[in-house]
């Protein structure tokens, strides 16, 4: 079984890889981590160096970031295997076309809860991957606690 865990650097993905790491997994399990990195808009030749050097720490940043989580999870599932990848782009179509290139039989993400209506409790990213995955998507959530938009929780006046 091949499951393709998507993380970030939230609460959020952290409280995952628990929620991933007390389940009950096949001997041949194999999970492939799989952190985004959002591209940085240019905004000028002057700024290529430092948009340089942004790059290479963010990268550096994630590539930590996936290193422990895979520790983490060889060492909580001892028998599987466990890969991480880092890519740049958005998200949700890197998120899915790293599932569709290793042949994944499942995507593991996690509901951030970013919506501006409280009925929409999951986050876009993980939304538009559960709409557009070829293979089985499990939204995660946590016992972390969902905030609301807060204009979700005025009320309406009537005249």
Known sequence: MKVVVAIDDSVYSKDM???VCRRHWPQD???KIVSVIEPIPSYGHNQDEFASQIEKRRSAYVEN???DARHYIEKHVPTS???FEVREGSPSNEIISAA???EANKILIG??????CPHNLLGSVSRKVAERALCT???VRTGLKQETHP???REVARA
């Open 17 to 19: 890889l628990h929620v």
């Open 29 to 31: 399990v194999q999970f």
């Open 65 to 67: 970031l996936c290193s």
């Open 81 to 83: 295997i466990v890969h």
């Open 100 to 102: 569709s290139q290793w």
């Open 111 to 116: 509901a951030h809860g970013h919506a501006i």
């Open 137 to 139: 998507v499990e939204i």
């Open 151 to 153: 204009i979700a929780n």
